[in-house]
């Protein structure tokens, strides 16, 4: 977005995936001239089609290091985007603020220590005798509440998100492919990808947006390059409680690293992303409503009325994410555990200014 266009209508690039990393990188490199096509057998079915879309940067409990910079440059540029991808889908933004709650009094101490070394983050601490505080306190039947608030970080609805990419991306007569690349080669400075079905595509570079499946087009035994799998899982509780209304809750706001999003007066999504496996653990979900000693009646597996995943990947033995050209014409973008949309225009700029390295 920084750039000026330049004219690359020339220079063919193939994304592999299409969450929302490979489509914010497909928004990017049009935006300055590059020909894209995008390959995914499974659009939508990807990660980010579970994810809640928090956006948690201010309340970060670092000030240095890679991540932190992909933060400060995702905060410069997302209003930006939001501004841009606004004439696509008027209704799409950040919703502000972001509450973060604990009942460990130790860890409220360090949050309220990270505060004040802090001042300049707009984060505020929240007592328990804090009107938030009190209401959430009276529908989860609790008194224990404590945390913080962050006027900066917020959530962006990732499904509103998706569909507004694609609004872009089919305005922009982008190539979508329902194919799965099963094999990558480069052949006299191009690169051929081999679909399932036979077909094949040819590039001049390639991005690898496609979580752990970027293991299998990676030859592992010149590039040590490890993901594991994280699974983040979802439950929606509806009740029949007329004197509860979940709605006056907060948008959004997480008790103990669960994040709860009330959708009106009688349903609330409850998620956590915090088990290292391809496929849910019997009552996994389940689990969701028995983290607090104390549980209010309705929050009751028997009022569990739907419920899903998402498989993320996190690098092992490296930072997340990982962002490096696996050699000349072939870039890995993945590994984003639970930041993706929240770095995705960060990265996306990285990835343009890495592609520049490999056209010199």
């Known amino acids: 977005m920084e750039r000026s266009k330049k004219n690359y209508?020339?220079?063919?690039?193939?994304?592999?995936?299409?969450?929302?990393?490979?489509?914010?990188?497909?928004?990017?490199?049009?935006?300055?001239g590059f020909q894209i096509t995008i390959a995914d057998p499974q659009e939508?079915?990807?990660s980010s089609n579970a994810a809640l879309g928090l956006l948690i940067s201010h309340m970060y409990q670092k000030s240095k290091g890679r991540s932190w910079e992909l933060r400060e440059k995702s905060n410069e540029l997302w209003p930006k985007w939001i501004k841009f991808l606004q004439q696509y889908n008027k209704n799409l933004k950040i919703e502000k603020p972001l509450i973060q709650l604990t009942t460990d009094q130790s860890k409220f101490e360090k949050l309220s220590k990270f505060i004040s070394h802090?001042?300049?983050?707009?984060?505020?601490?929240?007592?328990?005798?804090?009107?938030?505080?009190?209401?959430?306190n009276n529908i989860f039947n609790m008194d224990n509440l404590k945390g913080i608030i962050s006027y900066q970080d917020g959530r962006i609805d990732p499904i509103s998100l998706l569909k507004t990419l694609n609004i872009y991306l089919k305005i922009k007569n982008i190539n979508c492919v329902n194919e799965e690349i099963i094999r990558i080669k480069k052949l006299n400075n191009q690169w051929i990808s081999t679909c399932r079905n036979a077909l094949e595509i040819k590039s001049d570079l390639i991005i690898l947006c496609n979580s752990l499946d970027a293991n299998k087009l990676i030859n592992l035994n010149r590039h040590n390059i490890k993901l594991k799998p994280v699974l983040g899982q979802a439950i929606e509780i509806s009740i029949n409680e007329k004197e509860i209304n979940l709605l006056s809750l907060p948008k959004h706001f997480s008790i103990n690293s669960k994040n709860f999003l009330p959708k009106d007066k009688n349903r609330i999504i409850i998620g956590s992303s915090d088990e290292y496996e391809i496929e849910p653990k019997e009552n996994i979900f389940e689990e969701l409503t028995d983290f607090l000693e104390n549980k209010p009646p309705w929050l009751s597996k028997n009022n569990i009325t739907n419920k899903w995943f998402g498989i993320r990947s996190r690098p092992e033995g490296e930072p997340s994410p990982i962002l490096k050209s696996i050699e000349k014409g072939l870039i890995l973008c993945s590994g984003f555990y639970k930041n993706g949309i929240l770095l995705a225009p960060a990265c996306s700029n990285w990835i343009l200014k890495e592609i520049e390295k490999h056209l010199l």
Not at 11 to 29: C, D, P, R, V
Not at 119 to 136: A, G
């Open 118 to 136: 802090h001042p300049m983050r707009d984060l505020r601490v929240l007592e328990r005798n804090s009107t938030i505080i009190q209401n959430i």
């Open 9 to 32: 209508k020339k220079f063919h690039i193939l994304i592999i995936g299409s969450g929302i990393i490979g489509k914010f990188n497909a928004l990017e490199l049009s935006e300055q």
């Open 44 to 46: 939508n079915k990807n």
